[in-house]
């Protein structure tokens, strides 16, 4: 379950930092190229798994973009989202659909859970669609 951004302050989940612009972009300009490279891979039975570890991990970088520029330091993968819910306005069908994907991505890295073809396909599509929203409030933000 997803905390109020304060509950990962109090927990030392987070740190409150001095903004770093220059990190924000290379964090954002990773998640780009990640995407680069996963739209060049092909899904299948024996790579839905590391792509879709990659579309996650790809969402967590742009949205860690944010927090470096707001200066914030996440400890929680949980954090960032939450983070997302207090400074943005995302929807909450996408807020939900990156929790959804924090929580198979754990299971899958740490409890050897099957991404289907599928979900990965989905994920993918659905980074296509978040990553630009991601992207036009770091551009908003770093100016």
């Known amino acids: 379950m997803i905390e109020k951004f304060q509950y990962y302050l ?6 409150k930092v001095k903004p770093n612009k ?8 990773s998640a780009i190229k990640r995407l680069e490279f996963i739209k060049k891979q092909e899904i299948d039975d024996s790579t839905a798994k590391f ?12 949205s860690q973009s944010l927090m470096s520029i707001k200066g914030y330091k996440p400890y929680s993968h949980e ?3 939450s983070f997302l819910i207090e400074f943005y306005n995302f929807s909450k069908y996408e807020i939900s659909t990156f929790d959804r994907y924090r929580i198979l991505r754990n299971k899958a890295v740490y409890s050897a859970y099957k991404i289907s073809i599928l979900t990965c396909k989905d994920a993918l599509k659905f980074l296509e669609t978040f990553l630009p929203k991601l992207k036009a409030r770091f551009e908003k933000e770093i100016k």
Do not use: G, P, Q, W
């Open 51 to 62: 792509i879709f570890e990659d579309v996650y991990e790809t969402l967590r970088e742009a």
């Open 10 to 15: 109090e927990e030392n989940l987070v740190k």
């Open 79 to 81: 954090a960032v989202i």
């Open 22 to 29: 220059e990190e924000a972009k290379s964090l954002m300009d």
